[in-house]
């Protein structure tokens, strides 16, 4: 017999709660991909789970890849600035 096993999913309220932030700033970062979330309609919804070890691991930020030095952007509609030349 299989037993299924329920994620606890919080709403954009308890996790603000949960991690004492506003909920506006649990909003902005989770639109820029810094807190772990899913999107439904208009509505974030957050895995406990997940965010113990998003907190657990220092929250890191967008993944360096230290071989190739690249850099996963967040936001990927917003428009990078020139390199400069040297």
Known sequence: MEEFILAQ????????????????????NATKGIIPGIRIGSRW????ETIDKWVAEGQQGPHVDKKSKTRAISNPGKKQPPKRKK
Do not use: S
């Open 45 to 48: 919804r957050f895995a406990k």
């Open 9 to 28: 999913i919080m709403t954009t309220k308890e996790l603000a709660k949960y991690l004492r932030l506003h909920e506006i700033t649990i909003l902005k």
